[in-house]
């Protein structure tokens, strides 16, 4: 069963700081893995997904990068701002189009 | 992206009662739409996938006579919780499968449910 895991569980930093999230998953045998972004009792907002052939994707100040072997991937964030401040969300999902299997996401608090 | 929208965003109900969360696809026709559940500072769990047209397809553990599903048109599936009870208090969460795309899944705002 893929179990996916995502540390720290909560992380605050002073604005202006460069961060990584990371997210760790037990079968590297993945289809794509996806980046979501939830602000306090709010739906899920897709950030990035990378396909299981893709190494990273960009989009802004976000990069993630994904080592399916190791059976890792990171959330980069570059110059963190007090609007950055949700909880960030690690989902891999295994084919086509099965289901999506979270982690318990990673609570980041930007300060101004 | 899709835009999925869900009612009530909040709902409150006394123990025993039965509730109804709708779940729309605003702009395209989802032929699959997914109920997820999510428990304080806990992950996503998928409790069903509901297929337009025919019966939704339960998670292993999620009753399927306590948890409702209704996708009877390409923009509306519900959720109804019968007979709820505390333990069903949390952050219900719908999102559907795009058409033209196989890879995204797009999510409503959720909707919190508390049973007193």
């Known amino acids: 069963k893929q179990e996916v895991t995502q540390i720290p569980a909560a992380l605050s930093v002073p604005e202006g700081e460069n961060l990584v999230l990371n997210c760790s998953f037990t079968d590297s045998a993945i289809y794509n893995l996806q980046w979501f972004r939830q602000d306090p009792g709010k739906g899920l907002t897709s950030l990035l997904l990378i396909q299981s052939s893709q190494r990273e994707q960009t989009s802004g100040r976000l990069n993630a990068s994904l080592d399916k072997s190791s059976g890792r991937s990171t959330l980069y964030i570059a110059a963190s701002q007090p609007g950055d401040s949700a909880t960030y969300l690690c989902?891999?999902?295994?084919?086509?189009?099965?289901?999506?299997?979270f982690g318990k996401g990673t609570m980041l608090l930007v300060s101004p | 992206g899709a835009v999925v929208s869900q009612h009530p965003s909040w709902v409150i109900c006394k123990s025993g009662t039965s509730v109804k969360i709708e779940c729309r696809s605003l702009d395209f026709q989802a032929t699959t739409m997914f109920w997820y559940r999510q428990f304080p500072k806990q992950s996503l769990m998928l409790m069903a996938t509901?297929?337009?047209?025919?019966?939704?397809?339960?998670e292993q553990g999620v009753e399927k006579d306590k948890f409702l599903i209704n996708h009877a048109s390409l923009t509306l599936s519900t959720l109804t919780v019968t007979s709820a009870h505390p333990e069903d208090s949390s952050f219900y969460i719908c999102?559907?499968?795009?058409?033209?795309?196989?890879?995204?899944?797009?999510f409503g705002p959720g909707t919190r449910l508390t049973v007193l």
């Open positions: 989902a891999v999902r295994l084919s086509g189009y099965s289901t999506l299997t």
């Open positions: 509901s297929n337009e047209g025919s019966k939704a397809t339960y």
């Open positions: 999102s559907v499968g795009a058409e033209f795309s196989t890879d995204t899944q797009y």
